[in-house]
């Protein structure tokens, strides 16, 4: 998620996010990030760890999605609190 990472994102928010990564449990964020080209987009992430069939973590499913709003609203309270 580095790669995307917007400078308004408090490095807090990404040490939370590598945290619940490695308590290897679902995880749901919503940030925002920034385009090739400069421009930002707000998304919705998911992240579920994913197991073989002898329970050995294999990966991790992402998926991201346009976040709403509300969501957007919610985190730039957010953002503001940590700064």
């Not at 940030?31 to 197991?51: A, E, Q, V």
Request: aromatic residues 14%; hydrophobic residues 35%.
């Amino acid at each position: 998620h580095t790669v995307f990472k917007h400078p308004d994102v408090p490095q807090t928010i990404y040490d939370n996010i590598c945290i619940e990564s490695k308590k290897l449990r679902r995880w749901f964020f919503t940030l925002k990030n920034i385009r090739r080209d400069g421009m930002f987009f707000w998304s919705n992430i998911h992240c579920t760890p994913r197991y073989n069939d002898i329970n050995e973590l294999i990966g991790f499913i992402i998926v991201h999605k346009p976040a709403s709003k509300l969501d957007i609203e919610e985190e730039n309270q957010r953002y503001k609190n940590y700064n």
